[in-house]
Antibody, heavy 116, light 107 residues
């Protein structure tokens, strides 16, 4: 069974940093590209970042470019999102997701709250 | 970026009614479209992939159709447990983009 489990969320002050992790199981993690998607309270879904299976291809949404860094460790079956210079508008539930038709799976999400 | 225009944004229907949601892409995405159901406090759950394929374990009252730019999601007979917000999402190109969502309520 495919499982994606996020961790690392919490309360952080504006301008602060946080590192999210996503641990994968039930599939060959190193064979799949991965994404981070977020959802602000009461809002819709917003794609944040993509990383290819070998980390050679990386993309970011304009809203986080230059502040967030996606990475992965295929030996540890783990995906990461380093978030710096956090703003109030980054407050959201962050999901890691394997997206692609039949193989689409999402984690349960981790809440990031940016507030003083 | 590919824009996904989903309508309606909300609807109210009776148990047993047929419910239809549409999603229009700003450019041809072939059949690279997922439909999700999201209940409060939960992660989105894939119901339909590749525009028209029912995910394993999903009731057959859910269906999807379309290709290119115009897509339709249907609940053939609305049940109380179907109360949720539904989203379309294209995965033809990055950035992945989502429709704005349709909140389905019971009348």
């Amino acid at each position: 069974e495919v499982q994606l489990v996020e961790s690392g969320g919490g309360l952080v002050q504006p301008g602060g940093s946080l590192r999210l992790s996503c641990t994968a199981s039930g599939f060959t993690f190193s064979s799949y590209s991965m994404n981070w998607v977020r959802q602000a309270p009461g809002k819709g879904l917003e794609w944040v970042s993509y990383i290819g299976s070998s980390s050679s291809t990386i993309y970011y949404a304009d809203s986080v470019k230059g502040r967030f860094t996606i990475s992965r460790d295929n030996a540890k079956n783990s995906l990461y999102l380093q978030m710096n210079s956090l703003r109030a508008e980054d407050t959201a539930v962050y999901y890691c997701a394997r997206v692609g038709g039949r193989g689409t799976h999402w984690g349960q999400g981790t809440l990031v709250t940016v507030s003083s | 970026d590919i824009q996904m225009t989903q309508s309606p944004s909300s609807l109210s229907a009776s148990v047993g009614d047929r419910v239809t949601i549409t999603c229009q892409a700003s450019q041809d995405i072939s059949n690279y479209l997922n439909w999700y159901q999201q209940k409060p406090g939960k992660a989105p759950k894939v119901l339909i992939y590749d525009a028209s394929n029912l995910e394993t374990g999903v009731p057959s009252r859910f269906s999807g159709s379309g290709s290119g730019t115009d897509f339709t999601f249907t609940i053939s007979s609305l049940q109380p447990e179907d109360i949720a917000t539904y989203y379309c999402q294209q995965y033809d190109n990055l950035p992945l983009t989502f429709g704005g969502g349709t909140k389905v309520e019971i009348k």
